[in-house]
């Protein structure tokens, strides 16, 4: 079975910092890949994701994310950050062609401080 | 256009008792899953219907069960409570099934088993 790893539990930073978050998965297929975000008090929100095409993916607010085949990682950036960004940020992964189930990392709690 | 929402918003119950939980989807999408939110193990995938169907399920026991209906709201049924069922519950919705199917989130159901 796939499984999604998140290196980094809490991340913090300073505003107008530059954001990578790390998220590694494990399996050889094709894979479809999400980032979503939970704003505080907030329910999931899809950031963006990454089908097939270009690896380099853009979502809202700014972010993207790059699809490394050859290192099975999705990382997530920003080039700077702002405290409105202060959330938890959760990579997905669904095994392409499979029955549908999201598959989540545990999840990276980014604090910006002002 | 609403979002998934989900009733009730906070729930209490005993060990031992059973719960139901509901989730309506975004209008027109027909696909509904549901999720577990725990700080130890993250978010798990628990089932997905369509069609009124379970058509995935993850690896809970027995006593979490759901259903569909016709007008694709579905509800979410766990029996004989445990301490452990402690969690955010989350229901999602799309379309249809599917790897490429983007899902919505709605903000959950917080259920506290005393």
């Known amino acids: 079975a796939q499984s999604v790893s998140q290196h980094n539990h809490h991340v913090i930073l300073s505003e107008a910092a530059s954001l990578e978050l790390g998220c590694n998965y494990s399996?050889?297929?094709?894979?479809?890949l999400f980032w979503y975000v939970q704003y505080p008090g907030q329910h999931l929100q899809l950031l963006l994701k990454?089908?097939?095409?270009?690896?380099l993916v853009k979502g809202i607010k700014g972010f993207e994310a790059e699809f490394i085949k050859s290192k099975f990682s999705f990382n997530l950036r920003k080039p700077s950050v702002q405290w409105s960004d202060t959330a938890e940020y959760f990579c997905a992964v669904i095994v392409s062609g499979s029955a549908r189930q999201l598959t989540f990392g545990s999840g990276t709690q980014l604090t910006v401080l002002p | 256009k609403a979002g998934v929402t989900q009733t009730p918003r906070y729930l209490i119950k005993t060990r031992g008792q059973q719960v139901t939980l509901s989730c309506s989807p975004i209008?027109?999408?027909?696909?509904v899953s549901w999720y577990q939110q725990t700080p130890g193990q993250g978010l798990q995938f628990l089932f997905e219907?369509?069609?009124?169907?379970?058509?995935n399920k993850g690896n809970f026991p027995g006593r979490f069960s759901g259903r569909q209906f016709s007008n694709s709201r579905s509800e979410m049924n766990v029996s004989t409570l445990e301490l452990g069922d402690s969690a955010l519950y989350l229901c999602?919705?799309?379309?249809?099934?599917?790897?490429?199917?983007?899902?919505?989130f709605g903000d959950g159901t917080r259920l506290s088993i005393l």
């Open positions: 209008s027109g999408h027909r696909s």
């Open positions: 399996y050889g297929g094709t894979v479809n």
């Open positions: 219907y369509f069609s009124e169907t379970q058509r």
């Open positions: 999602a919705s799309s379309l249809v099934p599917g790897p490429n199917q983007p899902q919505h």
């Open positions: 990454y089908f097939s095409g270009d690896p």
